[in-house]
Nanobody, 119 residues
């Protein structure tokens, strides 16, 4: 069973919008933060946005004001609303969760969802 399940990716035209959703398995407890990273071909994986369990959000400069992130508390998940998409936003978007255990913290990653933006 996948621990993080992403949805909402797909082809979109520049200037358009998409909403990504990530749900964490009910087996995952005590999520400190969740968010999204992305990786374009030939590039390193980079932060897009994260949000803590207290609601504090952090954004990459390139998406500030365009990609608000929010928690989906009912489903133990997170949304990323992507507005005014640019061709350079094209990437595989990965859901991320930082989870606390008694033994320490652990990262979890989703399998990724493709977001191609056509010009």
């Amino acid at each position: 069973q996948a621990l993080l399940v992403e949805s909402g990716g797909g082809l979109v035209q520049a200037g358009g919008s998409l909403r990504l959703h990530c749900t964490a398995s009910s087996n995952i407890k005590y999520i400190k933060s969740m968010g999204w990273y992305r990786q374009a071909p030939g590039n390193q994986r980079e932060l897009v946005a994260t949000i803590t369990d207290g609601g504090s959000a952090k954004y990459a400069d390139s998406v500030k004001g365009r990609f608000p992130i929010s928690r989906d508390s009912g489903e133990n998940g997170v949304y990323l609303q992507m507005n005014n998409l640019k061709p350079w936003d094209s990437a595989v978007y990965y859901c991320y969760a930082l989870v606390s255990y008694v033994s320490g913290e652990h990262d979890f990653w989703g399998q990724g969802t493709q977001v191609p933006v056509s010009s």
